[in-house]
């Protein structure tokens, strides 16, 4: 007998999880790579490869999925991965400050820990998401989803934010201290809030650890099917170029200020703070637009995609004026509309991705979803890399740090203009579907590091 659908208090609880599992990720993937490049005077592109292979470590994601299927549970696989995460997120901090006396060994370690955050990122995200799939009705699964999304983004917000008021003054033992405190509290918050949450499950029957040839091969005749359709192929195109501009700038930003700035690394972990929260906003703006106050055309999804691109493109436009400014540009201001404009765009993509899933041949709705998952994927650990080789060859060509970094930032604006100008073409008969229902968090800068 299955168990009772999950209420809204088992939905936060899960979303707790979320929160708890994105404390983490934040602190591995924006302040510890600034205190690289900063504090360590190391180039950029060392911690954007670390953050690169934990997303390329991400791709054991269907086997991981695949185990929590077998058994039938998922609670689990949710809370082994957390515990890999935590370790993954310690190791990470002592490997940081490793670096300044033994590279090699910093290095071996960096791996090693990454490849740690990557695994529990992939086992716990996964099994989260499909418990959430099995035990939410569907009326609220849209809801759901976006209540765990948000949760998420809550959870870098603050944790940021705290985590730099504890940053300062700097000090390696400070940073191993906060890394493991916060890492102990996200377990106890994980391990409370799945308590009982997932019932008794019903036994699930074993699948084949790999498909059969002829599965293998229709697989492959549907995904040849969906690339064939030109609306999938230009809307897989806007998504890896949109989500190249969105991710690029995640891991300079951070160095760009302590760089540019002055900032001490817990003032540049509190900006990044200040970041989620601009994309908390925006999403909650875009989700009232839609629902309760929106009329056909702030309610739609297109509109609001193609809105999120340009204000992105203007608010990294401003970032790069910062640059060549310097101290005197209000570097707050365009960070916090980055920000903005950021969970405007996400929150609008993800709907136009899930409206036009149904377009086209029938029946084929997880391949376009698994299309344009892949193109975002590959993407974000792309931009992530590209944004810090980027900023490490301009400074080698240009003297001064901030006109390096205006000239990535300028490059990012650029790119979000060419995905706005996509996104003109794409999803035309989505335009009166509203933004505000989302079934699914996006893939992202946010939803990558953790959900994909």
Not at 321 to 336: H, Y
Not at 420 to 426: D, N, S, T, Y
Request: with cysteine.
């Amino acid at each position: 007998m299955m168990p009772a659908p999950l209420g809204w208090v088992g939905i936060v609880r899960l979303g707790l999880v979320q929160t708890a599992l994105g404390a983490i990720v934040v602190l591995a993937t924006s302040t510890l790579n600034r205190v690289m490049v900063v504090e360590l005077a190391l180039p950029a592109t060392l911690p954007g490869l670390l953050v690169g292979w934990h997303y390329a470590i991400q791709l054991l994601r269907p086997r991981l999925g695949h185990g929590s299927d077998v058994g039938g549970r998922r609670t689990p696989w949710i809370l082994g991965g957390m515990v890999v995460l935590a370790l993954g997120g310690v190791l990470a901090a002592l490997a940081t400050v490793w670096l300044a006396s033994n590279r090699v060994g910093g290095i071996l370690l960096g791996l090693v820990a990454f490849s740690l955050i990557g695994l529990g990122v992939g086992a716990a995200g996964t099994s989260l998401l499909a418990l959430l799939a099995k035990r939410v009705a569907p009326a609220r699964r849209a809801a759901a989803a976006t209540i765990v999304w948000l949760m998420m983004i809550a959870g870098f917000a603050v944790t940021a934010t705290v985590a730099g008021q504890l940053l300062d003054p700097y000090s390696p033992s400070r940073l191993v201290a906060v890394v493991a405190a916060v890492a102990g509290l996200a377990l106890v918050v994980a391990l409370l809030a799945l308590y009982r949450v997932e019932g008794h499950a019903a036994s699930a029957a074993p699948a084949p650890a790999l498909p059969q040839p002829a599965e293998r091969g229709r697989f492959r005749q549907a995904l040849a099917q969906v690339w064939a359709e030109p609306e999938a192929r230009r809307f897989a195109i806007f998504v890896f170029i949109s989500m190249l501009a969105y991710s690029a700038q995640d891991l300079i930003l951070e160095p760009f200020a302590g760089a540019a700035f002055g900032y001490t690394p817990g003032q540049s972990t509190k900006l990044a703070g200040l970041q989620h929260g601009g994309v908390f906003l925006g999403m909650l703006l875009v989700g009232l637009a839609g629902s309760a106050i929106g009329g056909p055309r702030l309610g739609s999804m297109r509109f609001w995609t193609i809105t999120g691109c340009l204000a992105s493109a203007a608010a990294l436009a401003s970032l790069a004026l910062a640059g060549l400014v310097g101290p005197a540009w209000p570097l707050q201001s365009s960070v916090f509309a980055l920000g903005v404009a950021n969970g405007a765009y996400a929150v609008a993509a993800i709907g136009s991705m899930m409206g036009l899933a149904g377009a086209g041949r029938a029946e084929q709705e997880g391949i376009r979803l698994g299309l344009w998952g892949a193109a975002q994927a590959v993407a974000f650990g792309l931009g992530g890399l590209a944004g810090t080789v980027a900023a490490d060859l301009a400074r080698h060509v240009l003297a001064a740090p901030g006109s390096a970094y205006a000239l990535v930032f300028a490059a990012e604006a650029a790119l979000f203009l060419l995905s706005a100008g996509l996104a003109v073409r794409v999803g035309r008969g989505l335009a009166g579907q509203p933004a505000a229902r989302p079934p699914q968090p996006p893939f992202g800068k946010l939803a990558a590091r953790v959900t994909s």
